[in-house]
C-alpha cells in the first residue's frame, strides 16, 4: 500500500450560516455540499455560494449529469438541479447510517459510516446490488478513472483512501493533517478530491496523486 501525507491545495469557507459540511458533489462547474437544510453550490474560481436548494441534506450527496441525490436520514431524495424539486425518494440502505454517496456507472454507491461498508445500489428501487466491506469507518465515496475512493473518520483521524472495488484492499492512503477531518468526498474528474469538512465550516481540494 502507498501512504502518503495528502496535499490540501484549496480551502472554502467557511461560509455564513453553515455550521457544518456534510456530503459533497461536483456537476462540472459548482461544487456542492449539503449543511443540513440545504444544498449549497459553490464557485470554485471564487470560493462564494452561487445558489442554495432548501431541502434536507444531512449526509451524501451525488449528481448524475442531470439530478442531484441527497441522503436524509432514511431516504435518498433524488432533486432536479434546475429547479431544486424533490421528484423521488428510495430508501437509504442503512435506514439512516448511511454516510457517502456517489454516481457512478448508472448506479448510487452509498457509504455506511459505522458498518464500514460501501454499497452499489440501484437508483431507481434503493435495491442493492453489491456490497463491499473495509476496515474503517466511511464517509465520502467517489469514483474516478475506474478507481474507488472513500474517505474515514475516527475519532481524531481521517484520511483518503484507494480501495480495490473487488477486494476492499487498501492500495493507497492520503493521510489529512491532524484533527482535520473528511465528512464528504468528490473528484472533480482531474486531479482534485474535493472533501467535506465537517464541523470546520470547509470545503478542501486534496491533490489526487498522478499515475506513472
Not at 10 to 18: D, H, I, L, N, R
Not at 148 to 164: A, K, P, V
Amino acid at each position: 500500500m502507498k501512504r502518503s501525507a495528502a496535499e490540501i491545495v484549496t480551502e472554502y469557507g467557511p461560509f455564513p450560516g453553515v455550521e457544518a459540511v456534510h456530503g459533497v458533489s461536483y456537476d462540472g462547474t459548482h461544487l456542492w455540499f449539503a449543511s443540513g437544510d440545504r444544498l449549497n453550490a459553490v464557485d470554485p474560481a471564487n470560493g462564494k455560494i452561487a445558489r442554495s436548494l432548501d431541502v434536507a441534506a444531512h449526509a451524501g450527496t451525488a449528481f448524475d449529469g442531470r439530478h442531484l441525490f441527497q441522503i436524509a436520514e432514511d431516504r435518498i431524495q433524488k432533486i432536479d438541479a434546475a429547479s431544486g424539486a424533490v421528484i423521488g425518494t428510495i430508501p437509504a440502505p442503512g435506514g439512516g447510517g448511511d454516510s457517502g454517496l456517489a454516481w457512478a456507472e448508472g448506479s448510487l454507491w452509498v457509504g455506511q459510516y459505522r458498518d464500514r461498508r460501501i454499497h452499489q445500489i440501484d437508483p431507481d428501487t434503493g435495491k442493492i446490488l453489491r456490497t463491499i466491506e473495509s476496515k474503517r469507518f466511511v464517509t465520502g465515496v467517489t469514483w474516478v478513472d475506474g478507481e474507488l475512493w472513500h474517505g474515514t473518520w475516527e475519532g481524531e483521524d481521517s484520511d483518503i483512501r484507494r480501495i480495490d472495488p473487488d477486494t476492499g484492499k487498501v492500495l493507497e492512503q492520503l493521510d489529512m493533517p491532524e484533527g482535520t477531518m473528511v465528512s464528504g468526498l468528490e473528484s472533480d474528474g482531474g486531479d482534485r478530491l474535493f472533501c467535506g469538512g465537517g464541523a470546520s465550516g470547509k470545503v478542501r481540494a486534496v491533490r489526487r496523486p498522478k499515475r506513472r
